[in-house]
């Protein structure tokens, strides 16, 4: 008999959290894709101050996207850690 209050795997099933892991995969992706098709599509003019920093805003979002899509990725595709194991 299992006397655990708060046992875990009833609360977080794996299978809600890959769920949730792909389901972030997917929309970081298209958030990508469409924050780089405005960025292109209504290219700002990096002559002004705030044409460039209306750029730099977006490249710092298209990173943070980036990021994102790396971390939700499969644990097979990327692996972080000691590669000295």
């Given at each position: 008999m299992n006397n655990n209050p708060f046992p875990v795997n009833q609360?977080?099933?794996q299978n809600?959290?890959?769920i949730m892991?792909?389901?972030s995969?997917?929309?970081s992706t298209i958030a990508f894709f469409s924050t780089a098709f405005y960025a292109v599509a209504e290219f700002p003019d990096l002559?002004?101050?705030?044409?460039?920093?209306?750029?730099l805003m977006l490249v710092i979002l298209l990173l943070?996207?980036?990021t994102?899509?790396?971390l939700s990725l499969p644990s097979g595709i990327v692996r972080f850690g000691?590669?000295?194991k």
């Open positions: 609360f977080y099933p809600k959290l890959r892991r792909i389901l995969l997917i929309l002559t002004t101050a705030g044409g460039v920093l209306y750029f943070i996207f980036i994102a899509i790396v000691n590669k000295f």
